[in-house]
């Protein structure tokens, strides 16, 4: 495992990830807000991250392809997924998206983008940090 696939490095690219894909959803449910019939979506990542984190344990290591994973961590298994919530109706016309959730939301989501977006800046800063101290 190099520096750069490091496990705090990945989980912080799969939240990104998983922060982007619910900003363009949130986005979207606020777009048609006044369709008729429409019913929002939302982003499901935490839940499925707590899952993988709560399990996990020491992996093992494999010199053969043959030889079974003993304790491997299922956080490369974690993906996003996009879900409707479409038991709900808050107007006549069928639609469900009320814009002051949406928009705390996406307040929400900005915040937890930004603070995952230092910590990675701060992860590679510490590389840089690191490499440019090992020249000296």
């Not at 990104?16 to 986005?27: C, F, G, N, P, T």
């Not at 807000?33 to 020491?58: C, H, W, Y």
């Amino acid at each position: 495992m190099s520096l750069m696939e490091s496990r705090s490095i990945s989980l912080l690219e799969r939240s990104l990830d998983a922060s982007s894909l619910r900003q363009k959803v949130l986005s979207n449910n606020i777009a048609n807000i006044d369709t008729p019939n429409f019913k929002r979506s939302d982003v499901s990542f935490q839940e499925a991250l707590q899952d993988a984190m709560s399990g996990d344990t020491l992996a093992g290591r494999t010199t053969d392809a043959r030889h079974m994973q003993i304790g491997s961590s299922k956080l490369e298994d974690v993906r996003p997924s996009v879900f409707k919530e479409d038991t709900t109706t808050l107007r006549l016309d069928g639609n469900n998206v009320d814009v002051d959730v949406e928009m705390t939301n996406l307040a929400e989501n900005q915040i937890l983008y930004n603070a995952m977006t230092q910590q990675i800046n701060a992860k590679f800063g510490l590389l840089k940090y690191a490499i440019n101290e090992g020249k000296r």
